[in-house]
Each structure stands twice: as C-alpha cells, then as structure tokens.
C-alpha cells in the first residue's frame, strides 16, 4: 500500500484495500463496491486489491462530466509533457484493470 499511496502522491489511509484471508478492508468513497471487489477477487483467487480510494476530480478540473467521450476529449487537448504524463499513468495501470474508460483510450491511443 505504501508504494501506491507514494506513486500516486497520497497518504496510505487514502488507498483501498480487501484481504481475502482475514477480510479486512478499507473503502471510504464507495463502500458500497466493497462485495463486487471481494467476489471479483474471490473469482480470481487473489489474496488481496489495493486501488487508490480518492474521489473524482475530472469534473472540477474539466467541467465537464466524467465518461469516455469527455476523457478522449479532455486528453486530445493535451500537449507535449503534459500528454506523456497522462500516457504514463494510464500505462501504469495494471493490464487486467479493464474498464470502459481503458477500453476507449485502448482504441483511441493505443495505451
């Protein structure tokens, strides 16, 4: 948890967490999620996921709502530094982390 919470510049008690061995967990933006996490990690026999547990900033630094359209559009605005950094931190993203946003910047950008 210390490498994620350093790597995305956050303290540790703001990275989510489920260990299947003793369930325990830490969600506070979504608790809600925590039984899809748990039975997402039962199906693959993980013993444990982290993710940073952070809120949603796209719309206060965008204003714009936070969907695929809007996050190609929102990165095709980007330039030189600014688009590698973002390019960066979508490839850090572990592969088997696919979700729709993924799957568009897959198709759009090839990350």
């Known amino acids: 948890m210390n ?4 790597q995305e510049g956050t ?8 260990s299947m061995p003793d369930n325990n967990s830490r ?20 013993d444990a ?7 949603s900033n796209f719309k206060e630094k965008t ?5 695929e359209d809007n996050v190609v559009k929102y990165l095709r605005g980007l330039k030189g530094q600014a688009l590698r950094i973002a390019e960066a931190y979508v490839r850090k993203t ?7 946003v993924r799957r568009t910047l897959r198709q759009e950008f090839g990350w």
């Open 27 to 46: 969600c506070k933006i979504i608790p809600s999620i925590l039984p899809q996490i748990k039975s997402w990690a039962k199906r693959r026999e993980l």
């Open 94 to 100: 572990p592969k088997q982390i696919v979700t729709n």
């Open 11 to 18: 303290s540790e008690n703001k990275i989510g967490f489920v």
């Open 3 to 6: 490498n994620l919470a350093e």
């Open 63 to 67: 204003k714009l709502e936070f969907n």
């Open 49 to 55: 996921v982290v993710w940073t547990d952070l809120p």
